[in-house]
């Protein structure tokens, strides 16, 4: 088997959905902590990975993927003996639905609002905020008569969802009106192979 290696930063949730997914699969591989503030993602050689200048990126022997929903799905495919992402239309059109959350209402109001408050962006704190919660809010409509989002088992949207609602307190977004939610997040935290965003 190659060598996996992976790029990541360690505050950056994106690049934590993919080093989750890899522990989850039980995947050994090299990590290599870029500094975003350094300006290491805008380097001539990192720019031969990602043209985008972004982590996470993912080398997998002559394979290179960037974008995080990208590296999930392409590990679950991979790596996930299709335990992560259906192979019936049914279930990947479910996750798929999902990731399409989290690159929306979680990325652009949760992960935004977060980066507002920690990073200094110039974002609308209060638009991103309001965003977050319609978030939240399908979510907690949703999970209240499901364990999972998608497909009856734990998957890919999962994985793509968890971290930015994690972290929504740290962009003011209180997840205490959410009682299904947060439920469905020491869900993901019992899975066998979890591991915290510090680790």
């Known amino acids: 088997m190659t060598q996996l290696t992976l790029y990541s930063y360690p ?3 994106n690049a934590y959905k993919v ?8 995947l050994e591989y090299e ?6 503030k350094a300006g290491d993602t805008q380097t001539p050689e990192f720019l031969r990975l990602n043209p985008r200048g972004q982590v996470p990126v ?14 999930l799905v392409y590990l679950a495919r991979q790596h996930g003996k299709g335990e992560w992402l259906p192979g019936d239309i049914m279930g990947e059109t479910q996750v798929m639905q999902w990731l399409a959350v989290s690159e929306n209402e979680l990325l652009y109001g949760l992960a935004r609002a977060r980066s507002t408050l920690l990073l200094k962006r110039p974002f609308n704190l209060e638009q991103c905020q309001n965003e977050g919660k319609a978030g939240l809010a399908v979510m907690e409509q949703h999970l209240a ?4 989002l ?3 088992k734990p998957t890919i949207a999962d994985i793509a969802c968890y971290p930015y609602v994690l972290l929504a307190p740290m962009g003011e977004v209180s997840l205490e009106p959410y009682p299904n939610v947060r439920q469905w997040l020491a869900r993901v935290e019992a899975l066998p192979g979890w591991v915290a965003m510090s680790s």
Do not use: F, M, P, Y
């Open 11 to 13: 505050i950056s949730g």
């Open 19 to 26: 080093r989750l997914l890899l522990a989850l699969l039980g």
């Open 31 to 36: 990590l290599v902590n870029v500094d975003l």
């Open 58 to 71: 993912l080398v997998d022997g002559d394979v290179v993927v960037w974008d995080s929903l990208a590296i």
């Open 145 to 148: 008569e499901n364990a999972w």
């Open 150 to 152: 998608a497909a009856g």
